[in-house]
């Protein structure tokens, strides 16, 4: 399994999972490919500084953060909107009995004046 298939592979398996890429092979056209399989947040190449390796940890965490509470927001509303929407069915159910109560009892009176 090559680098980018791993990676893909990471990628289907956990999906949240912030990557950071460290390489000492910078092919263009192979890092594009690891990347784009692996969704990778960030990639560094050698030589590394730990300077800036601490410094896209702390951002990919912060990324993450970001994303599992959007992701809770995200749950949040769809939860929310599936009670309004049972909220609003039930209310048009009891507004079509009303309706229908209303409209036989407009039938009644008329048929009473009638006659």
């Known amino acids: 399994m090559s680098g980018d298939e791993l990676l893909g ?8 999972t912030v990557r950071i890429l460290c390489t000492g092979y910078a092919d ?5 490919r690891a990347i784009n ?5 960030y990639y560094i190449e050698k030589p590394w500084r730990s300077s800036l390796l601490d410094d896209v940890i702390t951002k990919a965490l912060e990324h993450y953060t970001l994303l599992r509470d959007r992701r809770k927001l995200v ?14 069915q039930e ?9 229908e109560a209303a409209e036989a009892a407009n039938h009644a009176k ?3 004046l009638s006659t």
């Open 75 to 88: 749950d949040e509303l769809r939860r929310a909107n599936a009670e309004l929407e049972s909220r609003v």
């Open 91 to 99: 209310r048009t159910a009891q507004l079509q009995i009303a309706k």
């Open 110 to 112: 008329s048929e009473f």
């Open 28 to 32: 263009l056209p192979d890092l594009a």
């Open 9 to 16: 592979r990471a990628r289907e398996l956990s999906p949240d």
């Open 37 to 41: 399989q692996g969704k990778i947040y």
